[in-house]
């Protein structure tokens, strides 16, 4: 099989072409480079500039590279840039996806791996959220995955497709230092730069009903969640693969903003106590994914605890940002 990556440039997805080329998957990797970096990718997997939702780069690219299956990777991802460009989160998550569907579809692929996120799920008052709890996204970004998801599998159905969805819980940490998130727009990062910039971190909420009153998180390391790439793809290159597969990537553990901070604190030996601030707007008490199925599906668990993942991505921090 030949994979293609698109997103293959960003953080997650250089890790997961990195992943696969060291399984021996052949890749080439799609990005626009919006927000990619093309060092990030290992010297012997090709990247090709151009868009995963226009249709005629799409054809060359299957065509010149003999693809046989898609990882597809490539979206916009910020939650609060939905909420005020809806239109171009439709248009680009989920319209793009349809071009490159009916690509996959008009080239004969059979394979396909879609990025989804535990945002589809919203706010569940449930301990461990099973991929059979309802979803209920709270923001366009969330409506877009769980959209995009539908998309697929109907797809899938319609062209004898082989599908599989990850829903993908609160990604961390960096395999190597230049491959670490160099975007502030997670905790993990958000904390650093408080720190980077001599401030305290801070607590949005502390009187959540949770044991220590702030959000409870399940954190997932992106190399682990590299490792359930090449799981389900590995899944999807058997001969008699069919039908659709949706399933949670997490610990099942959760993890608290409070014990969150005082591990950075800890890692980064600058310690000093968090301001609590106002709630905010659609942060859901507690989201910890039921892993359950994903060890049963793909014979993955994750193995990276929390504290590899903060030292990881502080090693990046410090390469991409400085002290
Ligand atoms: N980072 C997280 O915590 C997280 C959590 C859940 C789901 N996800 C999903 O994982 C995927 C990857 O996220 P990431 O954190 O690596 O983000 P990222 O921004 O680092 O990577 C996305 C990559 O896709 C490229 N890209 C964007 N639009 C494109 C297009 N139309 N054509 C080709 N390339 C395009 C960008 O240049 C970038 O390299 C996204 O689908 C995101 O929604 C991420």
Same mark, same amino acid.
């Given at each position: ?6 997103? @293959? $440039? =960003? ?9 696969? +080329?060291?399984? /021996?998957?052949?890749? !080439?990797? *799609? ?74 579809? @008009? $080239? =004969? ?9 535990? +945002?589809?799920? /919203?706010?569940?008052? !449930?301990? *461990? ?195």
């Amino acid at each position: 099989m030949t994979w293609l990556i698109t997103g @293959g $440039a =960003g953080y997650i997805g250089a890790h997961v072409a990195r992943v696969m +080329a060291g399984a /021996g998957e052949r890749v !080439v990797a *799609l990005d626009d480079l919006s927000a990619g970096v093309p060092a990030r990718l290992p010297a012997d997997v090709p990247l090709v500039r151009g868009s995963s939702g226009d249709a005629e780069v799409l054809k060359r690219v299957f065509a010149e590279h003999a693809v046989t299956g898609v990882v597809h990777l490539a979206a916009r991802k910020q939650v609060g840039e939905s909420v005020e460009q809806p239109t171009r989160y439709y248009e680009e998550n989920v319209g793009g996806l349809a071009t490159l569907l009916d690509a996959v579809a @008009g $080239a =004969g692929i059979r394979r396909f791996l879609f990025s989804s996120s535990a +945002a589809v799920y /919203g706010n569940p008052d !449930v301990e *461990l959220i099973t991929e059979d709890t309802p979803c209920a996204p709270m923001s366009p970004y969330g409506e877009t995955k769980l959209a995009g998801e539908w998309l697929v599998r109907a797809a899938g159905r319609a062209h004898g497709i082989a599908t599989v969805c990850l829903r993908y819980f609160n990604v961390a940490g960096a395999a190597s230092p230049e491959l670490a998130d160099t975007g502030v727009f997670n905790v993990v990062p958000m904390v650093f730069d408080r720190l980077t910039r001599d401030e305290a971190p801070r607590i949005f909420g502390d009187d959540y009903p949770t044991p220590d009153g702030t959000c409870v998180r399940d954190y997932i390391h992106v190399a682990d969640l590299a490792d359930a790439h090449l799981a389900a793809a590995r899944r999807l290159s058997a001969p008699d693969a069919s039908g659709d597969l949706t399933v949670n990537i997490g610990r099942g553990e959760g993890v608290s903003v409070r014990e969150l901070v005082t591990l950075i604190g800890e890692v980064t030996g600058d310690i000093r106590p968090a301001v609590v601030e106002a709630r905010r707007p659609g942060d859901a008490p507690r989201a910890v994914a039921s892993a359950a199925r994903a060890g049963r599906e793909l014979g993955w668990t994750a193995r990276r605890p929390v504290r590899d993942m903060v030292e990881s991505a502080w090693r990046g921090w410090l390469l991409h940002h400085g002290r």
